[in-house]
């Protein structure tokens, strides 16, 4: 069965540090692929999408995420975190782009100060 | 442009009871997906509406069932609630018509069971 692993339930960063969250998939073919970002009581925000192409991706608010195939993964990467950036992220996937998105189970940001 | 736009916003029902949210694709949009997160869970999939039919579905029992309308708008219906029910519903909206591959989701509905 088709499934996706965020390994950092919580991560903790200070403002101007970087970032990386991790995501791992299993799946038959690959998949299309997908980051979304949710802040508290909302829905979710995409920051990004790999399809086919160049494996490294740019989205919106500085983020970007590599595809790796040998290890199945797509991991989101900032260079330097804002306060703002503090949500809950998902990676999710999919074996096209308008179907069913199946997700993991996020990873929780905090920012400090 | 509109975004997808969901409604209610909140929702508190008690057990037995039924209830039905609805949702309005962006604009363009042609297909409609839900799906159920839990707190503290990522979004798990309900089903897939186009063309006025479910063309996917998750291991969601027949409690819940949906419908499209022409003007591509979709409702969920969930018979029998449990308390178990009780999540985030969020609506997304793509393109299966234009081949657009992205979903775009609403701002959800807090369905509360008590």
């Known amino acids: 069965a088709q499934s996706v692993t965020q390994p950092d339930i919580h991560i903790t960063v200070s403002e101007g540090a970087s970032l990386e969250l991790r995501c791992n998939y299993s799946?038959?073919?690959?998949?299309?692929l997908f980051w979304y970002v949710q802040s508290p009581g909302q829905g979710l925000q995409l920051l990004l999408k790999?399809?086919?192409?160049?494996?490294l991706v740019q989205g919106i608010k500085g983020f970007e995420a590599e595809f790796k195939r040998s290890q199945s993964s797509f991991n989101l990467r900032k260079p330097s975190v804002h306060w703002s950036d503090a949500a809950e992220y998902f990676c999710a996937v999919a074996l096209g782009g308008a179907r069913q998105l199946t997700f993991g189970s996020g990873t929780q940001l905090t920012v400090l100060p | 442009d509109a975004g997808v736009t969901q409604s209610p916003t909140h929702l508190i029902k008690t057990r037995g009871q039924q209830v039905t949210l609805r949702c309005s694709p962006k604009?363009?949009?042609?297909?409609v997906s839900w799906y159920q997160q839990a707190l503290g869970q990522g979004p798990q999939f309900i089903f897939q509406y186009y063309e006025e039919e479910e063309r996917q579905r998750g291991n969601f029992p027949d409690r819940f069932s949906g419908h499209q309308f022409p003007n591509y708008s979709s409702e969920l219906n969930v018979n029998a609630l449990l308390l178990g029910d009780s999540a985030l519903y969020l609506c997304a909206s793509s393109s299966l018509g234009s081949g657009a591959d992205t979903q775009y989701f609403g701002p959800g509905t807090r369905l509360t069971v008590l």
């Open positions: 790999y399809f086919s192409g160049d494996t």
């Open positions: 799946y038959g073919a690959t998949p299309y």
């Open positions: 604009s363009g949009h042609d297909t």
